[in-house]
């Protein structure tokens, strides 16, 4: 799992890694696979057991994607919006910060490259959003998923974990410590070659 691109979803505040053999960063692809009804259909279906008997019990796969595709978008506007608000009124409520992400962990030993979730948009969300918080309303996205389990033990989360750990470390190895540091790296862009 090697990173070879950051992406700015929104400047200064909102960026997601991209990995190698994926043709967009971890924030677009998972906005579009929360779209897309054949992905959806076949993660439901593959962890129907999970769907039927977990955290969400009775929940049919039409209505499973039903609820995925209308909350997803919702869920993108709400984190775009944040991340905006982060920028030009960090002291507000509506930032990354206040309403959107939230430490994976209860104990935080420091400051450095928290390891952060984000919940959709309606009660009892099972879309997540993984990150790792550099400083206080600058997050790096390093994936997400549909957790309909109550812990992270289906193997597509422990992937999950990995991401957030392989952020890290990608991170620190490019000696990207704070937000003024966001001005020495090479962001990718959509459409280049």
Not at 30 to 39: A, R
Not at 51 to 68: N, Q
Not at 78 to 95: R, V
Not at 112 to 137: F, P
Request: net charge negative; charged share 35%.
């Amino acid at each position: 799992m090697k990173i070879v691109d950051i992406f700015a979803i929104v400047n200064a505040s909102l960026y997601a890694v991209q990995y190698d053999g994926k043709p967009y960063d971890e924030f677009k692809t998972l906005f579009d696979q929360w779209q897309d009804i054949e992905y959806l259909e076949d993660f439901f279906e593959n962890n129907k057991k999970d769907l039927e008997e977990g955290f969400y019990k009775g929940i049919s796969i039409e209505d499973a994607i039903l609820r995925t595709t209308n909350e997803a978008s919702k869920f993108e506007q709400k984190i775009k919006e944040s991340a905006e608000n982060s920028i030009c009124n960090p002291d507000e409520e509506n930032t990354l910060e206040k309403v959107v992400f939230k430490s994976l962990h209860k104990d935080i030993l420091n400051n450095d490259y928290i390891e952060s979730k984000a919940y959709g948009v309606k009660h009892k969300s099972w879309l997540r959003i993984y990150a790792i918080r550099l400083t206080e309303n600058v997050y790096f996205v390093s994936g997400g998923g549909i957790k309909i389990t109550k812990d992270m033990t289906p193997e597509y989360l422990k992937d999950e974990l990995k991401k957030l750990k392989a952020t890290t470390e990608y991170l620190k190895e490019n000696f990207i410590v704070d937000d003024d540091d966001l001005g020495y790296i090479e962001l990718g862009s959509y459409g280049e070659e």
